[in-house]
Structures are given as C-alpha cells and as structure tokens.
C-alpha cells in the first residue's frame, strides 16, 4: 500500500534552516508528481510547492519562493524540502502529498501524516 | 489576489443532506480548475475525497458527491453521519499552482 513518511521537523530558530524528508513506498515513485503543504496551528491548509516526476521542473508559492527548495531522489524514493530564511510564520505541519496520476487534474491522492516545524527563539 | 472561497461553518443533523461550496473571488469555478476536496479531522492528515470535480477517491462512499453548481464547485454529502464531522477542503488548480480554500467546519447535530 502507498505510504508516505515525512521526517526532520523541530524547532528552529528565527532565520535558520532545516531540511524534511518524505519517505515514499509502495508505488512506483519516479512516475509521480510531489508536493508539499503545510498547516499553521488552528489554520487551513496551504500548498507550499511541487517537483515533477523526474525533478526537473518545481513550482512554488508566493509566501515561500526563493526560501524553501523542493528536490527528490528517485533512486531513494524521497522527497525533501529546504527551508531556509525561516520565520515564525512558517511554523506549521508540514505534509508532503502525492500527485493524482494525471498532473493537473488529479489532486493529491495520498497523503504523510506530517512533521511539526517551530520557529521560534 | 486570488482567494478560494468557502463558507467557515455547516451544521446538518443526522441523516440529512447538505452541499459546501467552493468560489472564486475572481472568476467563476468551472471544472478546468479541477476542484478537489479533502476532509480533515483534528490531528489527522487530510484525507482525499474527490478530484476533478466528481471523481471519488478508492474507498470514499457514494454519499459524497462533487459537481459544478451554478459558478462554484459543490461537495454533496446524503445521508450524513456523525463521523462526518471535520472541516472540509476544496482545493483548485489555477495557472500552474495549487490554491486551498480556507475550509468549512462541517459540525452533526
């Protein structure tokens, strides 16, 4: 069955780094588009970006361009997301989702159960 | 700025019907945007209803339904039960990103 194991949250200080990890298993990984979406406390959901099937192509959000990269390594079936810059209101569940089958039109069909990042001083 | 919207809140009772909503500040939903919803409970990760506009995910039931009405995507639920109780997502896909409404807290009473 597809699972989807995100890891690497904590809490981080006001314009430092981390790096999230989502280990993806029971499909075949390279086929699919990822994305990561986040969740302030008492908050909705909000999409953070995507990489495409083979990683060549990211799209972001405006809240966090040119702060947070995503990247993936087909041969380990993981997704990552760089954040760096980090602000309190980046504090949050972080989710990383898989793309339905077709890229635009299919949602997310599965989701990780999501890592909680602080930023906090 | 683009803003999908939703209503914040729904109570339905047992049993009944009840139809969300999911518009755009700017334009009408048609279904070239996609709509997808999730449904979500408390400490939970979202969990995948519908996507491209009416098309159930494996294992959701048939009392949930998704369509087109009037200039808004619609989530229909029938026949509501108890554990339907959780706030509820629609998500569009507009001009190469992704946008969530803000969710509607569906409460069973």
């Known amino acids: 069955q597809v699972q989807l194991v995100e890891s690497g949250g904590g809490v981080v200080q006001p314009g430092k780094s981390l790096r999230l990890s989502c280990a993806a298993s029971?499909?075949?990984?390279?086929?699919?588009?990822m994305h990561w979406v986040r969740q302030a406390p008492g908050k909705g959901l909000e999409w953070v970006g995507v990489?495409?099937?083979?990683?060549?192509?990211?799209y972001y959000a405006e809240s966090v361009k040119g702060r947070f990269t995503i990247s993936r390594d087909n041969a380990k079936n993981t997704v990552y997301l760089q954040l760096n810059s980090l602000r309190v209101e980046d504090t949050a569940v972080y989710y990383c989702?898989?793309?339905?089958?077709?890229?635009?039109?299919?949602?997310?069909?599965?989701w990780g159960q999501g890592t909680l990042v602080t930023v906090s001083s | 700025q683009t803003v999908v919207t939703q209503e914040p809140s729904f109570s339905v009772s047992p049993g009944g019907t009840i139809t969300l909503t999911c518009g755009l500040n700017?334009?009408?939903?048609?279904?070239?945007?996609?709509p997808s919803w999730y449904q979500q409970t408390p400490g939970q990760a979202p969990r995948t209803l519908i996507y491209?506009?009416?098309t159930r995910s494996a294992g959701v039931p048939d009392r949930f339904s998704g369509s087109i009405l009037g200039n808004k995507a619609a989530l229909t639920i029938t026949g509501t039960q108890a554990d339907d109780e959780s706030d509820y997502y629609c998500?569009?896909?507009?001009?190469?990103?992704?946008?969530f409404g803000g969710g509607t807290k569906l409460t069973v009473l």
């Open positions: 990489i495409v099937y083979d990683g060549s192509n990211e």
């Open positions: 700017s334009d009408s939903v048609s279904a070239s945007y996609y």
């Open positions: 491209s506009t009416n």
């Open positions: 029971g499909f075949t990984f390279q086929n699919y588009a």
């Open positions: 998500m569009l896909y507009l001009r190469g990103a992704w946008v």
């Open positions: 989702a898989r793309n339905g089958f077709y890229y635009d039109s299919d949602g997310f069909d599965y």
